[in-house]
């Protein structure tokens, strides 16, 4: 029998959710509401970097990868 490599892009994102604690978390039709401003939150929780940029190396690979992910992401 041969040694091969397989690539399971879903099992991977599922791991990714899994990762940053999203595995348990409901689906929304729009991740973001769209009649507010952004602005920077004074009195807000520090961010950890470490994590949010595991985070969107994550969502980079994924949205290069998976074009209906990439479609989603761009209307956001």
Wanted: net charge neutral.
């Amino acid at each position: 029998m041969e040694d091969r490599t397989f690539v399971s892009q879903s099992k991977y994102y599922k791991e990714v959710l899994k990762k940053f604690g999203m595995d348990t978390t409901k689906e929304v039709g729009s991740p973001m509401a769209t009649s507010f401003y952004l602005d920077k939150d004074e009195s807000g929780m520090e961010v950890n970097q470490t994590m949010f940029r595991g985070m969107i190396g994550s969502l980079l690979y994924l949205t290069t990868s998976r074009p209906h992910i990439m479609l989603v992401v761009c209307m956001c």
